[in-house]
């Protein structure tokens, strides 16, 4: 879950930061960090950036207009460094960033905006706690239940279930190990402890009997009706 500007605030590097406006949105979601000194930067925006600058865009610049392309934009926040040439913040940004209910923030001593984006980054690519593996149980579970799984399979592995067993088992290994690998050869012939070219001549076989199978679509029937076959 992407952190909120309030929670990046309070990340160790974010030290000293002062909210100067848009105290009621601090709950918006921060996407990404970037360094800006230009002052379109709105154009560059995608949604939910937070902004660093050491207020460069503001000199001899209209603050507000700035601030309103950087709200209307999708940004979620700017935060400026005021120790190089802007010390002061604009009374023309504060207001419009206060009528825009913009999210303005402040730091009084230098900071090193690396270490500021290297933290949000850190904080915002975090994996989610508790994330379950990719399943595809629920589906299996639903054929299973409405009595269609035994269609399901042989719609999709027909042609290789009517093989004798011996054949029958190895193509469907093979299958099995290509699907699990996006179909790399090498890969697949390390997980099943063969040559390259005997996996290359197993595929041409799976390709005779199963038609195409570089479609996105068909693959994930394919895994489908294979996990209906580990659950019998």
Same mark, same amino acid.
């Given at each position: ?15 000293g930061?002062e909210? !100067?406006s848009?105290?009621?949105r601090?709950? &918006? ?13 709105? !154009?560059?925006l995608?949604g939910?950036e ?5 207020g460069?865009?503001?000199? &001899? ?13 999708g940004?979620?926040g700017?935060?400026?460094e005021?120790? +190089?040439?802007? /010390?002061?913040?604009? %009374?023309?940004?504060l207001?419009?960033a206060?009528?825009?209910?913009? %999210?303005?923030?402040?730091?009084r001593q230098e900071?090193n905006f690396? *270490?500021?984006? !290297?933290?949000?980054?850190a904080?915002?690519? +975090? %994996?989610?706690?508790?994330?379950s593996?990719?399943?595809?149980s ?6 299973n239940?409405?009595? /269609? ?5 042989a ?10 067993p ?9 299958l ?5 690998c ?13 040559r390259r070219?005997?996996v290359y ?14 479609? %996105?679509k068909r693959?994930l ?6 996990e209906? +076959?580990g659950? *019998?």
């Amino acid at each position: 879950m992407l952190p909120t500007l309030a929670e990046v605030l309070i990340l160790p590097a974010f030290a000293g930061a002062e909210v !100067r406006s848009g105290h009621a949105r601090l709950g &918006g979601p921060i996407t990404w960090v970037h360094v800006s000194e230009i002052s379109d930067a709105a !154009r560059f925006l995608s949604g939910g950036e937070l902004l660093l600058s050491t207020g460069t865009p503001l000199i &001899g610049n209209d603050g507000a207009a700035y601030i309103h392309s950087l709200a209307y934009g999708g940004a979620h926040g700017l935060a400026l460094e005021l120790v +190089r040439e802007v /010390r002061e913040l604009p %009374p023309a940004a504060l207001d419009a960033a206060q009528q825009s209910d913009f %999210p303005l923030i402040v730091f009084r001593q230098e900071v090193n905006f690396a *270490e500021l984006t !290297r933290a949000a980054h850190a904080r915002i690519l +975090r %994996p989610p706690a508790a994330v379950s593996p990719p399943s595809l149980s629920p589906l299996t579970d639903a054929l299973n239940e409405t009595g /269609r799984a035994a269609n399901f399979v042989a719609s999709h592995l027909a042609a290789v279930l009517a093989l004798p067993p011996h054949p029958r088992l190895t193509l469907l290994d093979t299958l099995t190990a290509l699907l699990a690998c996006n179909f790399n050869v090498a890969e697949s012939a390390r997980t099943l402890g063969v040559r390259r070219q005997t996996v290359y001549y197993r595929l041409e076989q799976l390709r005779a009997m199963l038609g195409d199978l570089d479609d %996105p679509k068909r693959q994930l029937g394919l895994l489908l009706a294979l996990e209906l +076959r580990g659950t *019998e």
